[in-house]
C-alpha cells in the first residue's frame, strides 16, 4: 500500500521557470513533510521542510505549499535553472518521536531544466 | 549542519564475501540510524531502523541475516551484506537522526557491486 502519491514521474521546464512537484498522502498521524534533492550517485539532501501548522514555507527559491485539508503538499522552485536538474523526493513522518519515526519516500520526481 | 560520512562509496566484491559499510555521524550523536537500498530510477526503500546498543528492526521481507546491522555508538552504525550475491548488487545509503536539533542527515550513498 503506497502511504505517499508524488506526481509528476518525470518533468521537464525551461530555464527561469517554476517547476511544481506534488505530493499526497492518506495517512493523517504524519506531521513532517520534508522534501529532498538527490543527484545521481548521492545521497538525498534536504532541501526544505513543513510541518502542518502552516500552509505555506520559503527558503530561498524553493517553496512548500502545504494544504492539509487535501492531504497534499507540494514544492516549487522558483527561477529554476540547469544546476536543480536532479530527482527530488517527498517524504513524510509521524508520530510523537520525531527522529525516530522512520521517514517515507515518494516515488521520485526526475527534473530536468533546460538552457 | 549534521553532516554523515557514509564509506565506501563505492566497492566491488566477489559472489560469496562478506562486504561492510560503515556511516558515521560527524558533528553530532545520532539517537537513530537508518538503512536504506535504492534501485536505479528508484525511490528509497528502508531496510531496517536501528538504536544504539540494541538490535535493529528490520522491515518486513528484508532478510536479518543477509543484512547485519550493528549500531555500536552514538555516531557509528554499519551494514554488512554477508555471502553477497549478484542481487544484492545496488546503491545503500544510510541515514542518521539527532532529536531535536537536527532530522534525518542522509549518507552520500555506497554503490555495491558483486561480481
Known amino acids: 500500500q503506497q502511504q505517499v502519491k508524488q506526481s509528476p514521474q518525470s518533468l521537464i521546464v525551461q530555464k527561469g521557470g517554476i517547476p511544481i512537484i506534488n505530493c499526497a498522502y492518506e495517512?493523517?498521524?504524519?506531521?513532517?513533510f520534508p522534501w529532498y534533492q538527490q543527484f545521481p550517485g548521492k545521497g538525498p539532501a534536504l532541501l526544505i521542510a513543513i510541518r502542518p501548522d502552516v500552509s505555506e514555507k520559503k527558503e530561498g527559491r524553493f517553496t512548500i505549499s502545504f494544504n492539509k485539508s487535501a492531504k497534499q503538499f507540494s514544492l516549487h522552485i522558483m527561477d529554476s535553472q540547469p544546476g536543480d536538474s536532479a530527482t527530488y523526493f517527498c517524504?513524510?513522518?509521524?508520530?510523537?518521536?520525531?527522529?525516530?519515526?522512520?521517514?517515507?519516500f515518494g516515488t521520485g520526481t526526475r527534473l530536468t531544466i533546460i538552457p | 549542519g549534521a553532516v554523515v560520512s557514509q564509506h565506501p562509496s563505492r566497492v566491488i566484491c566477489k559472489s560469496g564475501t562478506s562486504v561492510k559499510i560503515e556511516c558515521r555521524s560527524l558533528?553530532?550523536?545520532?539517537?537513530?540510524m537508518f538503512w536504506y537500498r535504492q534501485f536505479p530510477k528508484k525511490s528509497l526503500m528502508l531496510m531496517a531502523t536501528?538504536?544504539?546498543?540494541?538490535?535493529?528492526?528490520?522491515e518486513q521481507g528484508v532478510e536479518k541475516d543477509k543484512f547485519l546491522i550493528n549500531h555500536a555508538s552514538l555516531t557509528l552504525s554499519t551494514l554488512t551484506v554477508t555471502s553477497a550475491h549478484p542481487e544484492d548488487s545496488s546503491f545503500y545509503i544510510c541515514?542518521?537522526?539527532?532529536?531535536?536539533?537536527?532530522?534525518?542527515?542522509f549518507g552520500s550513498g555506497t554503490r555495491l557491486t558483486v561480481v
Open positions: 517524504a513524510l513522518s509521524g508520530g510523537s518521536n520525531f527522529g525516530n519515526e522512520k521517514l517515507t
Open positions: 558533528d553530532f550523536q545520532a539517537t537513530t
Open positions: 541515514s542518521a537522526s539527532a532529536v531535536p536539533l537536527y532530522g534525518y542527515t
Open positions: 495517512n493523517t498521524a504524519f506531521d513532517y
Open positions: 536501528s538504536n544504539e546498543g540494541s538490535k535493529a528492526t528490520y
